[in-house]
């Protein structure tokens, strides 16, 4: 009797003790993922509509006047207040758009800026004349790069009026997230923010750009997925594309074929 207590003993504990190791790792795969940067995908739930906006806070980051206009630039992000399994699109990032968070701009090349502002979903243009206020974006993503022009009044070179801008609003590699391992678009605007042109292809991230100041041409480096891995990273091949500031369109590659044909073959020659 006693070794068949003991017996069952051993069985229920063994049971017990799988239980809780399973939920243990279940746990720890839960919280590891959501530790991800970026935008998280999920379904609304229309039942739980009115607790989900209780959670979300937007956040704004400091204000950068947009040179030779009437336009105040507002960084807007989102942060969420995590009250369980979340059914709505979420900022991530918990350290990014916090109470004390207010953006930063630094000088870049031909005098423009580059905001740097973590998980920024969107960009807010208040014009001060008139008080009127519009969204630069009307969909969900991250602005990933945005630069626009701020000359002082020792710059004595070539002006140029209009923003460039990347976005990333969609889940290319299927994870639930939107963050810095999906493709980016490119987009010119002028300085309304109201008019953009996509310039990139689709399944591309902008490595770097370039002002040819004679032809009035953007060249941009710009990093495809070539070897369909969902992801953008030393493996794949770059690109250098061209298009107009006047007259926008996707780039064209300025490299042909046959010479990248011709310096693969002279490549192939070095050991």
């Not at 959670?55 to 807007?76: A, M, N, W």
Request: with cysteine; net charge neutral.
């Amino acid at each position: 009797m006693k070794m068949k207590k003991l017996i069952l003993g051993i069985i229920i504990g063994g049971i017990v003790g799988a239980v809780l190791i399973l939920l243990i790792i279940v746990l720890f795969n839960r919280h590891r993922s959501d530790d991800r940067g970026g935008l998280r995908l999920v379904k609304i739930d229309s039942t739980s509509t009115a607790e989900i906006k209780n959670q979300q806070i937007l956040v704004y980051g400091d204000y950068l006047d947009l040179d030779s206009t009437d336009y105040l630039l507002i960084p807007l992000g989102m942060k969420t207040i995590d009250g369980g399994e979340g059914k709505s699109l979420r900022s991530k990032s918990q350290d990014e758009y916090s109470e004390s968070y207010t953006g930063s701009s630094r000088s870049y090349k031909y005098n423009f800026y580059s905001l740097d502002f973590g998980n920024c979903n969107n960009i807010i243009f208040y014009n001060k004349k008139n008080d009127e206020t519009h969204l630069m974006l009307q969909n969900p993503a991250i602005i990933s790069q945005f630069y626009f022009p701020y000359y002082n009044k020792e710059y004595v070179g070539e002006k140029y009026y209009f923003i460039l801008v990347g976005i990333r609003g969609d889940d290319t590699n299927a994870d639930g997230y939107i963050n810095s391992e999906d493709a980016e678009k490119v987009y010119i605007s002028d300085l309304s923010g109201k008019n953009l042109y996509q310039i990139t292809p689709d399944n591309t991230q902008l490595v770097d750009w370039f002002i040819d100041v004679k032809t009035n041409n953007i060249l941009m480096k710009v990093r495809f997925d070539t070897n369909k891995d969902q992801k953008f990273n030393y493996y794949d091949e770059i690109e250098i594309l061209k298009t107009s500031i006047k007259s926008p369109v996707q780039g064209k590659e300025i490299i042909s074929k046959e010479i990248k044909i011709n310096i693969k073959k002279i490549l192939d020659k070095i050991k």
